[in-house]
């Protein structure tokens, strides 16, 4: 099984528009039985198009923030007895 992330698809929100399908520049996904699927995950870059031009929020792409404060990236706030 892949580690790779990969868009979710939400079909109870779909209107089968079919926007995200030619907004997606990989051809990942399709529409079946008037539901979005991914066609084609292998391919996806998650370059994001079809979450940004889905009006039903029907597809979102999670982000995974790593790193901390303790590896040189800004904090959000400051540690205990710390200036800003």
Do not use: F, K
């Not at 539901?35 to 391919?43: D, F, G, R, S, V």
């Amino acid at each position: 099984m892949s580690e790779r992330a990969l868009p979710t698809l939400y079909p109870n929100r779909c209107t089968a528009c079919g926007l995200c399908l030619t907004a997606c520049p990989e051809g990942v996904l399709a529409l079946q039985d008037g539901c979005p699927i991914l066609a084609h995950p292998q391919n996806c870059t998650y370059c994001g198009a079809c979450e940004w031009i889905c009006p039903a929020e029907a597809v979102e792409l999670y982000y995974e923030i790593v790193g901390s404060a303790d590896q040189g990236l800004p904090a959000t706030h400051p540690a205990e007895g710390e200036t800003a």
